[in-house]
């Protein structure tokens, strides 16, 4: 296992493992918020890794360099393509943690993040927790942790009262409702 | 009182100090007010109710935490299913239309189209429960007293139609119970400040009765009757068999 460096906000080590177990052993010591890995590894650790992420809000990013079936990708957060250029995968390493720690703020009743506004907005137009992480390039499974901030930040279950939360708050408009 | 058993030696009358609300259990049970210092089982037995029927209904009504013990107090059935009935009245002629009315008030008062949305998300609300509740009295209740009368007629008397059981009860009140909840959120938290708060006000504390009264009912159906009309069943149908 190897210490590779800390970014510029001073919270996140990055370690490469090798094997499972080593993985295992570094999530229980240092409880990440991501990973990188590749689709063959999830394959043959699948109850492991779902286990894993779960228990951890984990996210997950596929680093995809050769050809996999795309039923394999879609557990994951993000895929990587071997050939991304590097700006773009900061970009998108950025933008999952940021998810994940608004997501963090389960306790507060704060005013919805920008990512939750968006996913409210398809969410009162009907669409499945599938088709919004189809539209926003991110799993389901993402989908539906924001799902649950939003209606526990908003006290609000059903779908109709989040749609006129919506629209009491310009997130819709009172014709798209 | 709130949080301790009641038990048919307790009085009525402070029975009721201790949560008015009681009152309207009492109207649905055709109880008249007047009774003086006497006890739960002595009341019971002047209207003509039976005492367990009335201590399950009233435990559960005033204790969230009541636990009720079901195995064969089958005799408790006939007045069960007058409060359940008469609660199902109140719900549909007196309280979900009087707070109909508010809503509207305060619609106008907000005087935004937007706010009409609430509105329609309670009327919607009101046909969720009128389908409910229209459900139980024509299907189900009908359906229990008849297994009641064959058990009271001949207990030996084989069930009609096997396949109908109350299974048919149909399934909780989830949906509609996550309704209410956030019809009150959204008064409070999200819509907007208006002047004049009074109608609002009214809204949420009816909205709040109607949620615990129904909260109770679900219990008593959920805990109570269905539960004592599969012992019923059961019984019935072990007869049968010998």
């Known amino acids: ?177 | 009182m709130q949080n301790e058993i009641i038990s048919s030696s307790d009085i009525l009358a402070e029975i009721i100090h201790s949560n008015y609300q009681v009152l309207v259990v009492l109207e649905r049970l055709g109880i008249q007010l007047g009774f003086g210092n006497k006890s739960v089982s002595k009341v019971a037995e002047e209207n003509n109710i039976d005492v367990t029927a009335f201590l399950l209904i009233l435990n559960l009504f005033c204790n969230k935490n009541y636990m009720p013990k079901v195995e064969n107090q089958f005799n408790a059935i006939p007045d069960i299913l007058v409060y359940l009935k008469n609660s199902h009245a109140y719900f549909l002629v007196d309280k979900i239309p009087s707070i109909q009315n508010n809503i509207k008030k305060l619609v106008h008062i907000l005087g935004d189209s937007k706010s009409e949305l609430v509105e329609s998300f309670y009327n919607n609300y009101i046909e969720e429960v009128t389908e409910h509740i229209e459900y139980e009295n024509k299907t189900v209740f009908p359906y229990i007293e008849m297994v009641y009368q064959q058990y009271k007629a001949n207990p030996n008397v084989v069930l009609k139609g096997e396949n109908y059981g109350i299974n048919i009860y149909g399934e909780h009140h989830d949906d509609i119970e996550d309704e209410l909840k956030d019809l009150k959120n959204i008064l409070i938290r999200h819509l907007p400040q208006v002047e004049d708060g009074k109608v609002r006000r009214k809204v949420l504390q009816q909205l709040f009765e109607l949620e615990s009264d129904l909260f109770s009912h679900g219990r008593i159906e959920d805990e109570v009757l269905i539960p004592l009309v599969k012992n019923l069943e059961n019984n019935l149908s072990k007869l049968m068999l010998n």
């Not at chain 1, 493992?17 to 052993?25: A, E, F, G, R, W």
């Not at chain 1, 990973?35 to 809000?57: G, M, Y």
């Not at chain 1, 109709?160 to 014709?175: D, E, P």
Request: glycine residues 2%; positive net charge; charged residues 30%.
């Open chain 1, 1 to 177: 296992m190897q210490v590779l460096g800390t970014m510029n906000d001073n919270r996140i080590v990055l370690e490469i493992c090798d094997n499972i177990s080593d993985l295992q052993q570094s999530v229980v010591r240092t409880s990440p918020k991501l990973l990188i890995a590749s689709p063959d590894v999830f394959e043959r650790h699948k109850k492991l890794i779902k286990s894993i992420r779960e228990e951890k809000s984990l996210v997950t990013i596929a680093l995809v360099y050769s050809f996999y079936h795309p039923k394999m990708l879609n557990d994951y957060d993000a895929q990587f393509y071997i050939n991304d250029e590097p700006e773009k995968m900061r970009t998108k390493i950025k933008e999952l943690l940021s998810s994940i720690d608004d997501s963090e703020v389960v306790t507060q009743r704060d005013a919805l993040t920008k990512r939750e506004k968006e996913i409210l907005k398809y969410l009162v137009s009907g669409q499945s927790s599938k088709e919004i992480g189809d539209t926003l390039h991110i799993s389901a499974h993402t989908v539906n942790a924001h799902r649950k901030n939003i209606m526990r930040k908003l006290d609000i279950k059903t779908i109709s009262g989040l749609t006129i939360y919506a629209v009491l708050n310009n997130i819709i408009n009172l014709k798209e409702a």
